[in-house]
């Protein structure tokens, strides 16, 4: 068993490093060189809900054969799912590390009923990306958290592979959410989603994709939220995703009470070699402190280890601007 070797949703891994979700997990080619530059696991590229109902609608169900004018929409959509399941069986074969397939939805609609071809194709666990985007004043924060929670309940009843819940950070109550996903047999949370956001560009005054690739300072916000979801009184697994471009990154979120990292923007800017150089980081300093499992601190400055609380607990800037006038 290797220093880095830790678990996550119930699995063993070899490195409490991911590649994340995101086109660089999207070829078995890629995944084969993740594995071999030392990825814990893997989580593969979503599969959209809607590629999913796109199929069911022009094909009356998964097994009958669509009709001729829907051909074209059929070809296109189904091929999206067949390839999704070819591609979690091939990796099963090639690889020998988990393989964690992920989908992005919105609604707990009739896409559920795919979810188990996803297990049946050899998927060690699921990834569920959830987000609803708000588009009407009147629509409330816990209707939204209730849609949450009806996937989660549907989806559980008909899958047994552990599921991990990747949410994003703007809930007004990130622990509740939590707490209602554990409660219905979530094994784990990722930690988080980064969205797809509007810019201005002020010459040609339209509305453009902001930046797509995470910094690292972006690290700041998630870190406050895993130390103190690691330190609540049940253990849901966690898995850190925005923000890490360096091994001390990594090593800062094991050190907040992650179980995992997942890289995604990194390994875009440097190349699959990211994940060795993380790994390696980690090791070394883990040599320098005397560790010789992830385990011996993971967690050791959660909010509830940490001497001084109230340093996550702090929100506000009174105190750096009194002092900074
Ligand atoms: C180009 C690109 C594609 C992505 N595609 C997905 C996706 O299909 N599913 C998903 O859950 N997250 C996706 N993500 C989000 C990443 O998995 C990750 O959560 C986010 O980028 C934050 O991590 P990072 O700071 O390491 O980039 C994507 C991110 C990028 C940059």
């Avoid at 074969?93 to 393989?99: D, E, G, M, Q, R």
């Avoid at 397939?101 to 009739?110: D, E």
């Avoid at 070699?273 to 883990?286: A, D, L, Q, T, Y």
Wanted: overall charge neutral; hydrophobic content about 40%; some cysteine.
């Amino acid at each position: 068993m290797s220093k880095l070797s830790t678990k996550y949703l119930g699995l063993e891994l070899k490195s409490p490093v991911i590649a994340g979700s995101s086109g660089q997990t999207s070829s078995l080619e890629k995944i084969k060189e993740a594995e071999n530059c030392g990825a814990g696991a893997i989580v593969l590229k979503s599969l959209f809900e809607e590629q999913i109902e796109h199929l069911i609608a022009s094909s009356g169900g998964p097994h009958s054969y669509p009709e001729a004018e829907d051909y074209m929409a059929y070809y296109i959509k189904a091929n999206a799912v067949e390839d999704y399941l070819n591609l979690i069986s091939a990796a099963k074969k090639s690889i020998s590390i988990p393989i964690i397939p992920s989908i992005n939805c919105i609604s707990a609609g009739s896409w559920i009923d795919y979810a188990k071809m996803f297990e049946n194709a050899g998927a060690d666990a699921l990834e569920i990306n959830i987000f609803f985007l708000p588009v009407k004043g009147e629509t409330t924060g816990s209707e939204i958290e209730k849609s949450y929670l009806q996937i989660i309940e549907k989806l559980k009843s008909k899958v047994k592979v552990p599921i991990a819940v990747k949410i994003g950070f703007r809930f007004t109550n990130i622990l509740n959410i939590i707490e209602l996903l554990y409660k219905r047999g979530v094994e784990g949370v990722v930690m988080f989603n980064r969205f797809y956001e509007p810019d201005i560009d002020i010459d040609k005054m339209a509305v453009v994709p902001a930046e797509v690739f995470s910094l690292p300072a972006e690290r700041r916000y998630v870190l406050r939220w895993i130390a103190m979801a690691d330190a609540l009184d049940f253990k849901i697994d966690i898995s850190a995703s925005t923000g890490i471009h360096s091994g001390d990154d990594a090593i800062k979120y094991l050190l907040a009470g992650a179980d995992t990292i997942q890289v995604c923007s990194a390994l875009y800017k440097k190349g699959i070699g990211f994940i060795k150089e993380v790994n390696e980081r980690i090791i070394s300093w883990m040599e320098k402190r005397g560790f010789n499992s992830i385990n011996q601190f993971r967690g050791k400055l959660n909010y509830s280890a940490v001497g001084n609380p109230i340093l996550y607990e702090r929100a506000q800037f009174m105190k750096f601007f009194s002092s900074h006038d």
